[in-house]
């Protein structure tokens, strides 16, 4: 029987690929490629583009949909999908308000409220799909509901306003001499955290592993149940996260925000890589497919398109992005057959 030699072994011969074709196979290299790309076109055709200012105002301008999309990221891999997410935002930064303003709450007592919040949904919605055996898509399309009609019923439909001496700004507001926030520097721990999650942990393999073929993870003896749910839970908290930036950023509750981010979460983990059918996702590559959507919008906006025209844009990205998540596997047989027979130079098959 013929062995397996240390030059024959796929590992050994991915190791002594060059960087430069390690970087190409790569799933994250066409979503650099096309920020890079994006950047390029934006800063050539307006000049305000590439100033510091308009960085400043993207790097800010993420921290929530980043939030978001990791907790959809989660979910989407395990095979579900979270449609309550915009609503669920709305409703912690209106709850955040009504305990701040109306109750004399302090911020570190409100914003655990708020987190609490979000958890709780997501464990409504986790619960009532998994335990109950609905789709989740319609469990969090009712959700959606609930959450919006509670954002507006605590705050009587009204933008409410948070008092300055509360703190809150400090949140979204930049570091002296970093010109980032503390949203922003929380959620790139968020989404450093979740790779490492999703990647190092029980918790995040069996994700995976669940999104591929639940019904093998069942026959292990692993409690799918508690992991689907546990990926709502945590996408609940993460969007409760976001409503804090949120109130931050407008140091008020909107019970009126939000509204259709669900479809710009969805958007980022899917330009990201994350399948719609589970079992594959990454939150650094959904970390870029969030920073692709900003840098879209932010050039759209300084080149004067219309609102109609911007929606229909990101419409037709959101359809690229789900093209390209069907054609996945045949371009990556197609990268394989151009790639995967390298060997170095003197090196025998």
């Known amino acids: 029987m013929a062995s397996s030699t240390p030059e024959s072994s796929p590992t050994n011969s991915a190791r002594t690929r060059p960087l430069w074709q390690r970087f190409v196979v790569g799933e994250h290299t066409a979503l ?25 105002a993207v790097i800010n301008q993420i921290p929530a949909l980043t939030l978001v999309a990791i907790g959809m990221t989660f979910v989407l891999i395990t095979g579900g999908i979270d449609l309550s997410v915009g609503s669920l935002l709305a409703l912690s930064s209106s709850t955040l308000a009504v305990l701040i303003v109306q109750h004399s709450w302090s911020i570190w007592l409100a914003v655990p409220a ?22 989740s898509f319609i469990v969090s399309l009712g959700v959606l509901q609930v959450a919006r009609g509670l954002a507006y019923v605590l705050t009587d439909s009204t ?11 400090s949140i979204g507001r930049s570091l002296p001499g970093l010109k980032v926030s503390p949203a922003f520097l929380t959620a790139i721990v968020t989404v450093l955290a979740g790779q490492f999650v999703l990647h190092r942990t029980l918790f995040g393999r ?3 592993a669940i999104g591929f073929n639940e019904t093998v993870v069942k026959l292990s003896g692993v409690n799918t149940r508690r992991v689907r749910i546990g ?29 259709g981010f669900e479809l710009y979460a969805i958007a980022a983990a899917v330009i990201g890589g994350t399948s719609l059918m589970g079992g594959r996702g990454s939150m650094i590559n ?6 692709i959507i900003a840098v879209l919008q932010t050039g759209l906006i300084q080149l004067g398109i219309s609102e109609g025209a911007k929606y229909i844009t990101t419409g037709c990205v959101i359809v690229v992005a789900v093209l390209l998540d069907a054609s996945r596997e045949r371009l990556q047989r197609l990268t394989r057959q151009l790639f995967g027979g390298w060997r170095p130079r003197g090196q025998c098959r």
């Open 206 to 208: 069996y994700s995976m």
């Open 231 to 259: 990926a709502f839970v945590l996408s609940g908290v993460l969007a409760a996260a976001a409503g804090v930036v949120e109130a931050s950023r407008l140091s008020a509750g909107d019970p009126n925000g939000a509204i």
């Open 286 to 291: 959904t970390l870029l497919g969030v920073l």
């Open 159 to 169: 933008l409410l306003y948070i008092d300055v001496r509360s703190g809150i700004q």
């Open 32 to 56: 650099v490629i096309v920020l890079g790309l994006l950047i390029a076109f934006f800063g050539s055709q307006s000049r305000y583009f590439l100033s510091t200012a308009t960085l400043t």
């Open 114 to 135: 708020a987190l609490m919040c979000g958890g709780l949904c997501g464990l409504v919605n986790g619960s009532v799909s998994v335990l109950a055996g609905i789709p």
